[in-house]
Each structure stands twice: as C-alpha cells, then as structure tokens.
C-alpha cells in the first residue's frame, strides 16, 4: 500500500521532471538574437531609453538585442508586428502607459488584450509631469488656473502633445478633481505645444523632465507645480501637487515597460525580468536616466501586472466622464 510519504515524493518527481525543460530553456535563452518591437519613433524618449537597457542586455546575454521601430496608428502598427512574430520566445515589445491603461477606455475595440496577449515583464522608465505655463504668464500656481477656469468655464485653454496624450487625460484628471471645464488644444508634437506654451498661445500644458525641460532651463517657460506624491530632486523648489489639499490627487506621469507574449514560459519570463532588473540599477544606467528625467521602478512582473490593472481602473472614471473616444 502507497503511503502518503511516497505519493508526496512521487509527485514532487513528477513535478520537477516537469519543471526540468522550462528551466533548460531559461538558462539557454537568449538562443539567438532579441528582438524588441516598439511603437515610438527613433529617437524619441523611450526609444533613446530602450538602446541604453538594449546595450547592456546585449552584453549580458551575448546576443544583439535589435530595437525595431514601428511607429504610427495608436501603436497598433507594432503590435500587429508582435503577435505576428514567431512563438519562440525571442522577441518582446516595447509599450507605454496609454497602450495599456488609457487605450481600453479610449477605443471601443482594441485590436490586441492587454490581459490576454500580455504578460508583463518590467517597467523601463517612469516620468512625471510638470504643469508648465509661459515664462511671462500672470499664473503663479496651479490654483490660479483653477480659480480662473471656475470664473471663466472654457476661458482657459491647455495645450497637449496628441489626443489622448498623457497631457490630455492627465488635464481631464485636473477637471474632474476641481470641477471646472477647460479647452483642450491638441498639437502635433512637443516643440510646436511647448512653444505656443511660452508664447501663451494656450494657457498652460503637462510636461516632463524630457519633452519641456529644455524650454524650461531656456527660461522660456516656468514649472508652477510637480503632479506628483513628492517633488522632484532635479527641481526642489517646485511644489509637489500632493502638498496642497485641493490638488491632492491630481498624479500624472507616463511609462513604458517591456510586455513578453502570452504563453512564455514562466522561467523564462522571471530570467528577462531579472535581468532587466538588473542593469537598470547599472551607474551607468542610472547616470544616463538622470540626464533623461526618468527614473525606473523596480517591479516584478507580478507588481507591475497589478499596478496596470490599478491605473486602468483609476482612468476609466475620467475618461468616461470626458467622453473621450479616438475611434
């Protein structure tokens, strides 16, 4: 007669017979070259972030890691290019906030399931946003905007990079947390919104460390708060909107992650999000993002499936109260 000793010990065989060729393959992997499919343009913030983590993953593995650009239409074009590629386990994508918490709100059909086709793998950066107005602008702070929005419904205009932007959604958080209603100006990119911003063609605009900084240290245009829970080290004498009591909440920052297929193998999944985790704490990583502004959370792929799942949650009252839809 089997006792409960032997099956126990039967079953833990089993089970680590199991276990033996997913843990063969992540310590084999890479096998051959990664290749990192991201919906930004060369250049770009994420993309200048991506080739700094991509170069020392590179060493690590002693594989190239090939960054392949697929820009355009929503980041749909990049992810027609991720679901298309072969099973094998070598290739990954590079996705934002928007792509993952906004896009289920904003579009009524996404051609990709953030739960179904993604599994999480590591944030890359994160970066927070700066409410920037006109260096000349009579606004000293961001409750001066507010109390001219409230005398004024849709007197007072903010400009973002795109519809549905960050700095579109976040300025709707702004309104929904004060109860004003403000004029969305969307432009095409970030020189030509910070520009009518020192130039007071619109009123005021979220910017980070990356996209506004230049025109700040310019003196071109001023930071009047951090929407953020602390201020930042690179400016501390710029108030953190968690400071005040009335804008407790309005929290806006933007990042972007590397998302693995659905049905990798969970050891090789861990093996990436460690090694990602690894160099991103590199001095020399370290050193590149602070010229950057970003910073990187440390998240495991568990924590930051979560935290996914929070901020999309977070968003869809906003969203949905602006009626905000991009198709």
């Known amino acids: ?189 970030f020189g030509q919104l910070y520009t009518a911003v020192a130039t007071r063609e619109v009123d005021w605009a979220l910017g980070s460390v990356a996209s506004a900084g230049q025109m700040e240290r310019s003196g071109r245009i001023r930071f009047l708060a951090l929407a953020a829970p602390a201020r930042d080290p690179l400016y501390p004498n710029v108030p953190a909107t968690a400071e005040s009591a009335q804008l407790r909440g309005f929290d806006v920052s933007a990042w972007a992650g590397l998302f693995a297929p659905a049905g990798m193998p969970a050891a090789v999944l861990e093996r990436i999000a460690a090694d990602l985790a690894q160099v991103i704490t590199l001095p020399e990583v370290v050193q590149r993002y602070r010229t950057f502004g970003y910073e990187a959370p440390p998240l495991t792929p568990a924590a930051y499936r979560e935290l996914i799942r929070r901020e999309t949650a977070a968003w869809s009252g906003v969203i949905r109260a602006a009626n905000l839809k991009l198709d």
């Open 1 to 189: 007669m089997t006792t409960r000793r032997e099956t126990l010990q039967r079953l833990a065989l089993a089970g680590g017979i199991a276990l033996a060729p997913a843990l063969v393959l992540a310590q084999d992997f890479p096998g051959k070259p990664v290749r990192i499919i991201t919906p930004f343009p060369a250049g770009s913030g994420p993309d200048a972030a991506m080739r700094v983590l991509g170069e020392q993953l590179a060493r690590k593995w002693s594989q190239p890691v090939v960054i392949d650009n697929r820009p355009g239409g929503n980041g749909f074009i990049a992810m027609a290019g991720f679901k298309a590629a072969a099973a094998d386990h070598h290739t990954l994508v590079l996705l934002d906030s928007n792509h993952t918490t906004t896009h289920p709100h904003t579009f009524s059909r996404l051609p990709y399931d953030v739960d179904k086709d993604l599994l999480p793998v590591g944030m890359i950066l994160r970066t927070p946003f700066f409410v920037a107005v006109a260096a000349d602008s009579p606004y000293k702070s961001v409750e001066e905007i507010v109390a001219a929005a409230k005398a004024k419904p849709g007197g007072v205009n903010y400009g973002s990079w795109f519809l549905g932007s960050p700095g579109h959604i976040g300025a709707l958080q702004l309104q929904a947390l004060r109860g004003v209603k403000m004029t969305h100006v969307p432009y095409r990119d």
